[in-house]
């Protein structure tokens, strides 16, 4: 069962291990390359963090995540690009290929959605010379439109593409096929990233039916209803060749099992129902 | 209080009131315009629904719902399109302003998103004659990203209003806050959907954060976080004035209160936080 082309988001086995253990354990299966959580990289302490990656030469298809940048007052929203900019020192200090932002929804109290995306939109362009100093990519992940309250107030691809030539050189965006999978207008969203060099990782999972929780219910390759070939199909048609990143959130089925069965799992389905060639 | 321009989806208060005790008690708090699902005039039949609705003077904003046209054969599909022209018949009988379609999702066993939307459109037009011939009006609803697989896979008004100007007379769009509120084109696509004749239903409720529930979780109008005044505007701009209908499904609380404390909050939210004048 092949393995390149494959990259475990460490999300998918949060409850599993901490950051070593599962750097050990994408090893042992054969994996090369993770994305890790800020949460866990603090965890294990950030030395130590990029040590077990450089040990087991673990390519960094990503680093989760900056972003929440709006805030109800100038101070909170300060506070969020000072956190960015550490964000982006400890993913180049991973070797990361980019800094994945969750941008965030309304602040507290709020009903002012536009307002809320121009808070977005200056909190990035304030993080970005920061950012292209450290040569970091920065990857805007449209998420689905049921999070645009509470966790990202971009949640398209044309709507994130229109942000990322905004802002220029440095910012793409993070495909995951979790929160895209719906859009009427993905095959075009997708060339288009393409064709400006902007798809910078590509996430998956699938949507089960039903989705018994808005957060914590993603599916595993192959148990849902995206099209994962086909999605794969868009992407590549691009030129797009970087990993597919399996992202899982699922706190009453895959975070309960064992972290070895998670992983092959992983490695079974992306051959069956994700890989290409 | 005002009551004029509210209009009370009977889905409000399912789980008190049958048809006949909703309209009794819409009439009693001042409402003049309901909307009943079919179920609830299937409960009562449809003479006696009629009936009901024609001594208490109601208006009917819609009648919910016709659609869910995608199937996995042929003949299912035909069972839907003879379903639909029932509903026109139901809708037609009760004075219906038009039949709201909640069109459907992918057919069981099925990932193919663009096969289900040809199956709907191909669904609509095989209706659509009938429709005009009762002079009923179909109203496309736009689901939330949500509900694409296993309820709408028309999400988007753009994508929704696409395909009203392809089917052409007769066709037009529901539009409720809770399914396109995060829409970053919405402004557009209201003012489109305007300038067109096309706006058939103004569906009001609030989006919680959180949201506990995909389906049975929709606020209050001032509950959650919809700017609903704002929306409005943007409405009433286009130069509809027609009802704001409140449609709130709520297992765990709205559906569990006494249903005469519901209408009275319906009132005095819509006239706090939805009437502009």
């Known amino acids: 069962m092949r393995t390149d082309g494959l990259s475990i988001n460490l999300a998918t086995v949060r409850q599993q291990w901490n950051l070593r253990e599962a750097v050990e354990a994408c090893a042992r299966h054969g994996i090369t390359a993770v994305d890790p959580w800020r949460d866990q990289v603090a965890a294990l302490g950030l030395d130590e963090s990029v040590r077990v990656i450089e040990d087991h030469g673990m390519r960094v298809t990503g680093y989760c995540r900056g972003g929440m ?62 950012a292209r100093a450290a040569g970091m990519p920065l990857a805007i992940e449209p998420l689905h439109p049921m999070y645009a309250a509470d966790r990202a107030c971009f949640n398209t691809l044309a709507q994130s593409l229109d942000l990322a030539d905004r802002l220029g050189e440095g910012v793409g965006v993070a495909i995951d096929v979790y929160h895209v999978w ?21 996430h998956i999972c699938d949507w089960r039916v039903p989705t018994r929780d808005l957060l914590l ?49 992983c490695i079974e389905r992306y051959n069956a129902a994700c890989r290409l060639s």
Do not use: Y
């Open 69 to 130: 940048f709006p805030a109800a007052d100038a101070a909170g929203r300060q506070a969020a690009i000072d956190d960015n900019k550490r964000a982006i020192d400890e993913a180049a200090a991973l070797g990361a290929e980019c800094l994945v932002l969750v941008v965030g929804g309304l602040p507290a109290g709020s009903r002012d959605l536009p307002g809320a995306r121009r808070m977005v939109e200056d909190g990035m362009a304030a993080i970005l010379p920061h």
């Open 217 to 265: 219910d993603r599916g595993m390759m192959g148990d849902g209803v995206i099209d994962l070939k086909a999605f794969r199909r868009l992407i590549e048609a691009t030129g797009f060749t970087g990993p597919q990143e399996v992202e899982i959130f699922s706190a009453e089925d895959w975070w309960k099992r064992d972290g070895d069965e998670v992983l092959r799992t």
């Open 182 to 202: 719906w859009d009427p207008e993905l095959a075009h969203g997708i060339a288009r990233a393409g064709a400006a060099g902007q798809i910078l990782a590509h």
